[in-house]
């Protein structure tokens, strides 16, 4: 079992950043590839970003390439989302989860472990 905790949302102006983090606990963390998601009222969860088990390997979905930046420190059992540039129509819960695989996955589907989401809203 995966505990995820994730933190660093809150309220920002259109332009502004933001640094979500979320530290897992339970199992080895570096064995697990992490995502982020969001989901904004009245549609469904979406792929933000993810990273593999070590770092390397990263993928952004297109409506957030350029501005968000994923990265995770194993030592401190932490995947983070850079937010930059951030804009109204990146207003959602934000979530990360986890999966025990050797590369990434962007299929919200694929994902064992889950955090509870952390509430990014962005002012126009």
């Known amino acids: 079992q995966v505990q995820l905790v994730e933190s660093g949302g809150g309220l920002v102006q259109a332009g502004g950043s933001l640094r979500l983090s979320c530290t897992a606990s339970?199992?080895?963390?570096?064995?697990?590839?992490m995502g982020w998601f969001r989901q904004a009222p009245g549609k469904e969860r979406e792929f933000v970003a993810a990273i593999s088990r070590g770092g390397a390997t990263t993928t952004y979905a297109d409506s957030v390439k350029g501005r968000f930046t994923v990265s995770r420190d194993n030592a401190k059992n932490t995947v983070y989302l850079q937010m930059n540039s951030l804009k109204p129509e990146d207003t959602a819960v934000y979530f990360c989860a986890a999966r025990f695989t050797l590369g990434i996955r962007i299929g919200a589907d694929e994902y064992d472990y889950w955090g509870q989401g952390t509430q990014v809203t962005v002012s126009s």
């Open positions: 339970g199992r080895t963390f570096s064995n697990y590839a």
